[in-house]
């Protein structure tokens, strides 16, 4: 719910997820999680919790540097919520441009499900793997 007492949209609570995950704020991010959220990095990793989430976001801060991330759409339907989206940062001195698609899943206001789907290729070479 909104401060009025609205039931916020989907898209709204997906996308102010993505901008507080995106500049590090661990705080903000959980808040709009479920307890049991699961994320998924498609192909690369799963993570459970408010733990698992606050990990991720940690790890990006650690490894990552000059991060920006550009919304191109939200659609969103009910409690589903897709966002098409550019993230942009630096990885071992290497730019690195990264178009993504994220799915959500809101239940009582709050992210129960989130999938990214992107091509891992130039962040796992500049992470040296």
Do not use: K
């Not at 507080?20 to 919790?49: K, M, N, S, W």
Request: charged content about 25%; some cysteine.
């Amino acid at each position: 719910m909104d401060q009025n007492g609205r039931r916020r949209e989907s898209g709204d609570v997906a996308r102010e997820l993505i901008e507080a995950a995106f500049r590090g704020d661990v705080a903000a991010a959980t808040a709009l999680c479920a307890p049991d959220v699961v994320l998924r990095i498609e192909g690369i990793q799963e993570v459970f919790g408010h733990d698992g989430v606050a990990q991720v976001i940690e790890f990006n801060g650690q490894v990552s540097s000059d991060v920006r991330v550009e919304i191109h759409r939200i659609l969103s339907s009910g409690d589903t919520a897709a966002i098409n989206r550019t993230t942009y940062l630096t990885i071992g001195g290497q730019r690195i441009e990264l178009g993504v698609g994220s799915f959500f899943t809101v239940r009582d206001g709050l992210v129960c499900e989130w999938s990214d789907y992107q091509d891992m290729v130039e962040v796992t070479r500049a992470l040296g793997h």
